[in-house]
């Protein structure tokens, strides 16, 4: 049998999302069910918010929870058997931007007459087979091209101050070497402009 | 019009003052290319966001409670992602569970089992009736009442979630009527007799 130890709440919040997953796997492979279920609440309560409000922005109200819902726990049933890609936070977020784009496409091909849900609404088990669709999703898929195009100093001063929490003189602390509070103003102003460019664009 | 960036601006303001990150409200401020551009970076900010601080309290209040006991039903359980899946298509589709079990009876063709067909329902919310059992016109009819499809709702009960052992649920068990409780604690457990069987049995636990 394994040497699972249990642990407690606050021992268990101090873990990483793939510390969590690893805790529950070996939880259950010891046949503890029970203690699966705090390190569950834990990684549920953490990413609830974001995942609904992330919904939000696209779809209504009445369906931003159910996508949310699906979203977690299927990340999480494929990170418990390793079947995810990489980190559990970035696949967590993968899932969702997918779900929400099949969403999306079955809402629009779905005549404002006909009474049920799409049959494409649940994509459980497999990647999702429409690609993203909506200007919506279009724009994020601007944003994410001006950031690729940055080099990777520049990509972090986006993920700390454009898209992250910190002040800019902090992010230029963070971002280590030469980097100036007024570097990264100039750099978070570039990106903006080429988004909005990218965006203006269209499609092409 | 108000300019995107300074809304952004705003809006991250308030999370990372401990406000509500509902982005609704902020939208309402713009519209056309400027609102998608919010949206887009309102999206990239959140899916950066890092994992928020556990709150028991907040936790049980949330939405994310029943969405974290579905899912502990379907790891330590053995119907896949039915325990998370199930639930949510019957309340979109705006069917309460009574009527979900009578129309599935009667599409069934076991209207006068209709206490049975509820049982192993039960069972199929809570995963514990292994997916590889339930043939495809339980999943047809489920499909047909709650708007989805056999397809989906098979892949999600054969997503090996858990470790294809059946939970401790003695008092689900308990309430069953029909198929006996020994015989589903185990899905690797011999079948009962044939003739010991009747067709909502097969239906549900034969294929």
Known sequence: ?204 | MADPQQIFEEYKAAVEAGGSADPQPYLTFVSGRDREQLIALIDAYLERAPRREFDPLAFRRSGAAPVAEAAHRSLTGVGGLWPALLPRLRNRAHVRRDQLVDELAARLGAGAQRDKVGDYYHRMEHGLLPASGVSDAVLEALGTIVGSTREALRRAGELPAGGGRAAAGGGVFARMAGPSAEAEESPAAPPRLAEEWDEVDRLFRGR
């Open chain 1, 1 to 204: 049998l394994s040497a699972f130890e249990e642990l407690p709440e606050h021992s268990l919040s101090e873990l990483g999302d793939d510390e969590l997953i690893a805790y529950m796997q070996a939880a259950r492979a010891a046949g503890a069910d029970e203690a699966v279920k705090p390190a569950l609440a834990i990684l549920v309560y953490g990413y609830w918010d974001t995942l609904v409000h992330r919904a939000l922005l696209k779809l209504p109200r009445s369906e931003a929870e159910d996508v949310a819902g699906e979203t977690i726990a299927s990340a999480i049933a494929s990170a418990f058997d390793g079947r995810s890609v990489g980190e559990f936070r970035s696949w967590m977020h993968t899932i969702m931007s997918r779900r929400i784009a099949d969403h999306y496409a079955a809402r629009n091909r779905r005549p404002v007459t006909e009474p049920l849900a799409s049959e494409n609404d649940e994509g459980w088990g497999e990647e999702p087979a429409e690609p993203f669709s909506g200007d919506a999703l279009h724009a994020r898929d601007c944003l994410d091209r001006a950031y690729e195009e940055l080099d990777e100093t520049h990509r972090r001063v986006i993920d700390l101050y454009v898209l992250g929490p910190l002040p800019a003189a902090e992010a230029a602390r963070r971002a280590g070497g030469t980097m100036s509070e007024a570097n990264v103003h100039q750099i978070a102003s570039r990106f903006q402009r080429r988004f909005r460019e990218l965006l203006d664009e269209g499609d092409t």
